[in-house]
């Protein structure tokens, strides 16, 4: 069964500077991963996707993530953050299914 | 343009009591899912749907039971609520693998 790793739970980053969310998988064959990031009391929403192709994946409001293969990694990152990037990121993996399996959350915090 | 619509949006029940969450999508997607979303669990898959008429049982399906009779809704019901059941609760669509389009939640207290 696949499964998805985030050994942060929270992250803390000054306003400015790079930042980066880490995610690990496990899943059988080729990967399909995804970032969401849901704001307070709100639901989640889509930010980025790896299926195939260049591993430097760019999404939404200015963030991109890394695939690496070798690594089973697929981390969050952004060269500047903003307070406006506070909020809860989840990575997912699509195994079995279709269906997504999703981490356990990262909440990000950026502070002035 | 309202996406995913989920009703209620907040709700207290007493242990035993049943309940019904109702999703709607005007997306005309085929997939539908039902989450929970707990305190450092993240988000677990109750219940999903590929397609008007099916359901199908996700990681966490004990407790609830799901119909999916038209092709824009997607309800989700608890028979006998338990307080293990206090939780939030999120419907989702899509149309592919993925890019899941998520409703505002459902607060489901049961005391």
């Known amino acids: 069964a696949q499964s998805v790793a985030q050994p942060e739970d929270q992250v803390n980053v000054a306003e400015g500077n790079p930042l980066t969310v880490k995610c690990t998988y496990s899943v059988s064959g080729n990967p399909y991963l995804f970032w969401y990031v849901q704001y307070p009391n709100r639901g989640l929403q889509f930010l980025l996707k790896?299926?195939?192709?260049?591993?430097l994946v760019k999404g939404s409001y200015g963030f991109e993530a890394e695939f690496n293969k070798s690594q089973t990694s697929f981390h969050l990152k952004k060269p500047s953050a903003l307070v406006s990037d506070s909020a809860l990121y989840f990575c997912a993996v699509v195994g079995g299914g279709n269906k997504l399996t999703f981490g356990t959350g990262t909440q990000l915090k950026v502070e002035l | 343009n309202a996406g995913v619509t989920q009703t209620p949006k907040f709700r207290v029940l007493k242990t035993g009591q049943s309940m019904t969450l109702l999703c709607a999508q005007d997306?005309?997607?085929?997939?539908m899912y039902w989450y929970r979303q707990d305190p450092g669990m993240g988000l677990r898959l109750i219940h999903y749907?590929?397609?008007?008429?099916?359901?199908a049982k996700g990681e966490v399906p004990d407790g609830y039971n799901v119909s999916r009779l038209k092709k824009q809704n997607f309800l989700l019901g608890l028979e006998s609520a338990a307080p293990s059941q206090t939780s939030v609760y999120f419907c989702a669509s899509d149309d592919r693998a993925g890019e899941l389009f998520f409703g505002e939640g459902s607060r489901l207290t049961v005391l």
């Open positions: 790896y299926i195939t192709g260049d591993n």
């Open positions: 997306m005309n997607h085929e997939y």
């Open positions: 749907s590929v397609g008007e008429g099916t359901t």
